[in-house]
């Protein structure tokens, strides 16, 4: 059976999408930390840990998220963009983008935001078309 993340990237499953290609796709995290917190997905391999994948699935899905990280950096006025890989919560091999205004952040443990459906795709569409400028 598809992990959740397999079904969104196939549109099964609606999502924020900021950025796709053949083999990636990032949207944006339905639990945030921060407004524009998006995760990274191969589209095409559904390992649950990122060391497993073969080195150009992985080296694939790091330059994508660099690009995304840059594209989410350009759409939300941040210090840094923060990268976690957990992959406890979902068995498919995920990279979190956080922007992040100071290093706490990035606390898992933290409440999650909540944005309404217009913010979400504001942003998203925002992320999006920095990407496409890449």
Given at each position: ?134
């Amino acid at each position: 059976m598809a992990t959740i993340f397999t079904r969104i990237a196939k549109g099964e499953i609606p999502s924020y999408k900021v950025a796709e290609n053949e083999d990636y796709y990032a949207f944006l995290d339905i639990n945030p930390l921060a407004q524009g917190h998006t995760l990274v997905i191969p589209k095409n391999v559904e390992d649950d840990y990122i060391f497993n994948l073969d080195p150009a699935v992985y080296e694939g899905l790091w330059a994508f998220a660099r690009k995304v990280a840059i594209a989410l950096k350009a759409a939300v006025p941040c210090k840094r963009v923060g990268v976690a890989v957990l992959g406890m919560e979902v068995p498919h091999t995920h990279i979190h983008l956080v922007p992040l205004q100071k290093e706490s952040d990035l606390d898992f443990r933290k409440e999650n935001l909540s944005f309404t459906e217009e913010e979400n795709k504001a942003i998203a569409q925002k992320i999006f078309n920095e990407y496409a400028k890449l």
